[in-house]
């Protein structure tokens, strides 16, 4: 938790870049969720009673919120991606700055191979993630918040149906974060390990061709090289399980969304625009 607290100190230089990305996003998820109304109106108040200027009306409502869903994105990914590098790069300067005051004990218990993946490899993932989550992370609860609402406004029948979903999800990504974490702890130590022969090996490759050493050191390589490539495998079939799995979730709802809105539909409780404005708010 004190790691992550002093990584978090370096963003805040950035806090109001950081505060503008996350309304881009909010804004871009409020529009979001105004289409699937506006498909609605298209087929209750247009295509039903064969109304095509209310069509046409609609549909320029629905480039204009297309429109504007995409420049509120583009400010929001501009945004990010200057936070995340910028972020990125004060991490690393004050990383390789603190490599610099090590003591000969400090530097003699850590390996180069272990402080190359940490300035490198390491940074670029707190890059990625710090993007990700302004992109995307931030949208994921806002998403669901405001799609729950609009299935509220529009069906509270259905709604509480697929409400009945989201512990299903829930106990999916808690499950893979369960499996996953120690999997992916495994991952950096064998690339650290990697990264280590590596430089060593190239560090000192007169000094391995001079005692005819390279067959052993070839044999190293490929242990580590293995065992790296046998870790990622397992973390990567975990991560495959995970996408058709929600799908699978995902799609059950809407066969239940279809199923019994359709009867409310034959019963006259529910339009066809409303069953389709559900399903587009539940993908």
């Known amino acids: 938790m004190n790691s992550l607290r002093r990584i978090l100190f370096y963003l805040k230089p950035y806090w109001k870049q950081i505060l503008f990305s996350i309304l881009f996003l909010f804004l871009v998820t409020s529009v979001d969720l105004l289409i699937p109304r506006q498909i609605q109106r298209i087929i209750d108040q247009g295509i039903v009673p064969g109304n095509m ?5 609609v549909m ?10 995409m420049l509120f994105s583009i400010g929001n990914i501009v ?5 995340s590098e910028s972020f990125a790069a004060d991490i690393r300067d004050a990383a ?11 530097l003699d218990r850590l390996q180069t191979g272990e402080l190359l993946v940490r300035l490198t490899s390491d940074v670029g993932k707190i890059k990625l993630v710090t993007m990700m989550t302004l992109v995307m992370a931030f949208r994921a609860p806002l ?4 799609a729950l609402a609009m299935m509220l406004t529009t069906s509270p029948r259905l709604a509480v149906l697929l409400i009945a979903l989201l512990p299903l999800i829930t106990l999916l990504l808690w499950g893979f974060t369960v499996k996953s974490r120690p999997l ?11 990264n280590t022969i590596l430089q060593e090996n190239l560090a000192g490759v007169h000094v391995v061709k001079a005692f005819v050493r390279a067959d052993y050191e070839n044999q190293r390589f490929d242990q580590a090289n293995t065992a790296l490539t046998d870790t990622a495998i397992q973390v990567n079939q975990l991560a495959a399980l995970l996408m058709p799995t929600m799908i699978a979730i995902i799609n059950a709802g809407m066969i239940a969304v279809v199923w019994f809105g359709g009867s409310l539909a034959i019963k006259g409780l529910l339009t066809e625009g409303e069953i389709v404005a559900f ?3 539940l993908l």
């Not at 200027?53 to 009306?57: D, I, R, Y």
């Not at 629905?62 to 429109?67: D, E, G, K, Q």
């Open 79 to 83: 945004l990010a991606v200057r936070v």
């Open 96 to 106: 390789y700055r603190q490599t610099q005051r090590f003591s000969f004990g400090n």
């Open 53 to 57: 200027a209310l069509v046409g009306n």
């Open 143 to 146: 998403m669901i918040v405001g």
């Open 60 to 69: 320029l409502i629905m480039i204009a919120l297309v429109l504007t869903s």
């Open 279 to 281: 399903i587009n708010y």
């Open 184 to 194: 992916y702890n495994a991952v950096q130590r064998r690339l650290d390990r990697l």
